[in-house]
T-cell receptor, first 112, second 111 residues
């Protein structure tokens, strides 16, 4: 089942913060976050494997609440380059097989 | 540099025609995936393969077929049974650490 992302769209001024949420109704092996610029392929941002795990890269970080099967992506002090569509992906594992299903995406626009 | 190469970048298909999209990787990753993306939508899983000579159907496999004869290659055939094939097709490979690397995609249009 497809994870549910919210909000669907966000408009920010440069320097503002944003939070994107992702939730799943089923138990997960991992949660992924990707950013896609218009007309391009998605780019991997980070993967969260453990419940409660929080990762970060510069001003973009994420958390994973395993009990609630929810993840949040935090963008702080946004830059113009952060604009794009953000997808969460929920991964399940069966035997040695991994299957990644994406949410419908959150469109982020950062304005000067 | 390691990566995934998809070809062609643009492809036009006539009604009733089968077409094959190429996906080659030099990352030495075992698992490979095909996704379809419609305008303004998310990515939907078509087929995936964990090892050579083995693959599984994703959520929208009808009208598509794949093969995995070599670790490096995972071609996707869009058959005439796929009634609405116009979309952006993305191939990906999964690293052992979990991240997925995507190719630059193929835009397929029915003419």
């Amino acid at each position: 089942q497809q994870p549910v992302q919210s909000p669907q769209a966000v408009i920010l001024r440069e320097g503002e913060d944003a939070v994107i949420n992702c939730s799943s109704s089923k138990a997960l092996y991992s949660v992924h976050w990707y950013r896609q610029k218009h007309g391009e392929a998605p780019v991997f941002l980070m993967i969260l494997l453990k419940g409660g795990e929080q990762k970060g890269h510069e001003k973009i970080s994420a958390s994973f609440n395993e009990k609630k099967q929810q993840s949040s992506l935090y963008l702080t002090a946004s830059q113009l380059s952060y604009s794009g569509t953000y997808f969460c992906g929920t991964e399940r594992r069966a035997d040695s097989s991994y299957k990644l299903i994406f949410g419908s995406g959150t469109r982020l626009l950062v304005r000067p | 540099d390691g990566g995934i190469t998809q070809s062609p970048k643009y492809l036009f298909r006539k009604e009733g025609q089968n077409v094959t999209l190429s996906c080659e990787q030099n990352l030495n990753h075992d698992a490979m995936y095909w996704y379809r993306q419609d305008p303004g939508q998310g990515l939907r899983l078509i087929y995936y393969s964990q090892i050579v000579n083995d693959f599984q159907k994703g959520d929208i496999a009808e009208g598509y077929s794949v093969s995995r004869e070599k670790k490096e290659s995972f071609p996707l055939t869009v058959t005439s049974a796929q009634k609405n094939p116009t979309a952006f097709y993305l191939c990906a490979a999964r690293s052992i650490r979990g991240g997925y690397t995507f190719g630059s995609g193929t835009r397929l249009t029915v003419v």
